[in-house]
């Protein structure tokens, strides 16, 4: 019986010029805001105090940009880099066009902008991905290009 092992995709298989649709999405709730603001030392009133977040610019708390981050290339991870990723090498640039809220639903697309052969590491290939971020009504709310270090495919498997 063949044994299927769910993983990402190797280098050869990442092609440029497709959007690859993450799914499913993922609410954000209140409590994720709170523990992940608290567990990273981020006491900003801005993300955990409802009472001073009415008075500012947007009426109520906004989830911290970093967990939208984190969410937005957590959300790539099972179909694009899961078993086949080497490292996550940086990000070139990162944007919050919008904010997100308690009960938003993020969803992500990723295009493969580049990828070239690792210039030291022969089994391995750089890869620039950028990662989108929508909520429910279909606004951008993050928007990030990261470079990571992929496997290419190993020579013993099949697939």
Do not use: C
Not at 134 to 145: R, S
């Amino acid at each position: 019986m063949k044994h299927v092992v769910q993983r990402g995709l190797w280098y050869e298989e990442l092609e440029t010029e497709v959007i690859y649709e993450h799914s499913p999405g993922r609410t954000v709730s209140e409590a994720d805001n709170i523990v992940f603001s608290t567990l990273t030392m981020n006491p900003q009133a801005l993300h955990l105090d409802h009472a001073w977040s009415k008075t500012g610019a947007f009426g109520q708390p906004l989830v911290n940009s970093m967990f939208t981050l984190s969410t937005l290339v957590g959300l790539s991870v099972a179909q694009l880099t899961q078993g086949t990723i080497v490292a996550n090498l940086g990000f070139e640039t990162i944007s919050f066009p919008r904010p997100v809220f308690h009960g938003d639903t993020l969803y992500a697309t990723t295009v493969v902008l580049s990828k070239r052969p690792s210039r030291t590491r022969p089994s391995e290939g750089v890869v620039r991905f950028e990662h989108t971020g929508h909520n429910q009504q279909g606004d951008v709310v993050v928007v990030a290009v990261r470079n990571a270090l992929i496997h290419m495919r190993p020579t013993d498997t099949d697939g």
